[in-house]
């Protein structure tokens, strides 16, 4: 599955096998909550399958959907990354199957596994940078 999301595209065939064992699977119901805007950040997710709605909170308490995820997209690192609490709400748009790797088993798998880790460290590290500048362009065209 870690395979197919495109996101770990630099991992060897035998790194997937190791980092494989880091990462836990769980089904999510069409209209589940998976986490909450200001909650802890103890996990990531990758999308295998469905779709998943990252929603903000406005001024009058309502939740807005910003983007509606795709199979292959990872959610939640910001949060695994630096330890802040979640930036948006994340909840099913469809039934869904989502890799998850939490951050004590990133943790773990820098001390057993830091050349893997670093890897992946790395993807998300680039996604993160793809969406930053994505959404500079878009605040740029509003803008004008």
Do not use: W
Not at 25 to 40: H, K, N, V, Y
Not at 69 to 88: I, K, N, P, Q, T
Not at 117 to 137: N, P, Q, T, V, Y
């Amino acid at each position: 599955m870690l395979m197919d999301c495109g996101l770990f595209d630099p991992l060897l065939p035998e790194d997937f096998h190791i980092a494989a064992g880091y990462f836990n699977i769980s089904t999510i119901a069409r209209d589940e909550t998976i986490f909450l805007e200001g909650d802890a950040g103890t996990f990531m997710c990758i999308i295998h399958s469905g779709q998943v709605a990252v929603q903000k909170t406005n001024h009058e308490g309502q939740r807005l959907t910003i983007a509606t995820l795709r199979s292959g997209r990872a959610f939640g690192e910001m949060a695994v990354l630096d330890g802040e609490r979640r930036s948006a709400s994340c909840v099913a748009a469809s039934d869904c199957v989502l890799l998850n790797l939490g951050k004590d088993s990133l943790e773990k798998m820098l001390n057993e596994a830091p050349r893997i880790a670093a890897k992946i460290i790395r993807a998300i590290a680039i996604a993160l940078s793809k969406r930053l500048r994505m959404a500079d362009g878009q605040l740029i065209n509003q803008q004008f």
